[in-house]
């Protein structure tokens, strides 16, 4: 069975802070997806980031980077220089490689950015 | 840019009664899901479509739910006989090819009373 853990159920920062939000999965595939998603105070979902299990090439985009590590089973988010509009709360999910698939959530961290 | 959505935003619907939400998903996409997301909790999965038929759902989604697409644009979401624990944010989402990443909709927040 597949299972996404985010520990951290609220993390709250001053704007400029760095904060990083930990995801731990748990899979027997070999294959699998890994994404994080940001659902804004306003409720929908979006999509941040998809990477696959076997690229481990840390990725960033602007102030967000991601660090995927197989060996402890993480696929951590930093955000580098918090703002306020970061404020929501942030998915980690898995989907493994079947054909149209489900997205396993974990249950989110709530971020909160004061200026 | 290409959307998913869905209608209505917010329904309000007595214990016992039908709904149902609506989704439109991107036009080219083949893959379709039905979340929900009971208030403060974690996303969860319901259902998935695939070629006109279920292609995987939850324990969640029991015979009180029921999905279809019935004109080959829309994706329906019914619960026949509404229960208060039934109230929930619900999305719907759709994908292009396996294991891309999901477009999801701005949801339909359902209240039970």
């Known amino acids: 069975a597949q299972k996404v853990t985010q520990a951290q159920t609220e993390i709250s920062v001053v704007e400029k802070e760095d904060v990083t939000l930990d995801c731990v999965y748990e899979?027997?595939?070999?294959?699998?997806?890994l994404f994080w998603y940001k659902q804004p105070p306003s409720g929908e979902l979006v999509f941040l980031i998809r990477?696959?299990?076997?690229?481990?090439q840390n990725e960033i985009s602007g102030r967000y980077s991601w660090n995927f590590q197989k060996s402890t089973s993480s696929f951590n988010f930093t955000i580098t220089a918090s703002q306020v509009v970061d404020s929501a709360v942030y998915f980690c999910?898995?989907?493994?490689?079947?054909?149209?698939?489900?997205?396993?959530f974990g249950k989110g961290t709530t971020l909160s950015v004061s200026s | 840019e290409p959307e998913v959505t869905q209608t209505p935003s917010h329904q309000v619907t007595q214990m016992g009664q039908e709904v149902i939400l609506r989704c439109v998903p991107i036009s080219n996409h083949l893959y379709f899901y039905w979340y929900r997301q009971i208030l403060g909790q974690k996303v969860e999965f319901l259902v998935s479509?695939?070629?006109?038929?279920?292609?995987?759902k939850s324990e969640i989604f029991d015979d009180q739910f029921s999905v279809e697409r019935p004109d080959g644009s829309n994706f329906t979401l019914k619960i026949r006989s509404t229960k208060l624990e039934d109230s929930a944010m619900y999305f719907c989402?759709?994908?292009?090819?396996?294991?891309?990443?999901?477009?999801f909709g701005q949801g339909t927040r359902l209240t039970v009373v």
């Open positions: 479509f695939y070629n006109n038929e279920i292609s995987e």
């Open positions: 989402a759709s994908i292009a090819q396996t294991n891309t990443e999901a477009f």
């Open positions: 999910a898995l989907s493994v490689n079947q054909a149209g698939t489900a997205l396993i």
């Open positions: 899979t027997r595939d070999t294959t699998y997806y």
């Open positions: 990477r696959n299990s076997f690229d481990e």
